[in-house]
């Protein structure tokens, strides 16, 4: 029961992918932000399996982003 109560939230606090990308790629089209994609993986387990993923984007704030 716990285990499907987190499951649930998880899934409503979770940004949605491509809502992330876009809004990354609209902010360094506004020279807001430097996005980079590290070529490394992360090992996660998830439902007691051990999963491969690729690591997380990294953002840095332009000069322009930081005065703003």
């Known amino acids: 029961m716990a285990t499907t109560t987190f499951k649930k939230s998880q899934k409503l606090t979770t940004p949605e992918n491509h809502r992330l990308t876009y809004a990354f790629e ?18 996660r387990m998830v439902e007691e399996q051990k999963r491969i993923f690729q690591y997380s984007k990294q953002a840095e704030l332009t000069e322009k982003g930081g005065s703003t």
Do not use: F, R
Request: charge should be negative.
């Open 26 to 43: 609209k902010l360094e089209e506004l020279d807001i932000l430097t996005v980079s994609k590290p070529e490394k993986t992360v090992e």
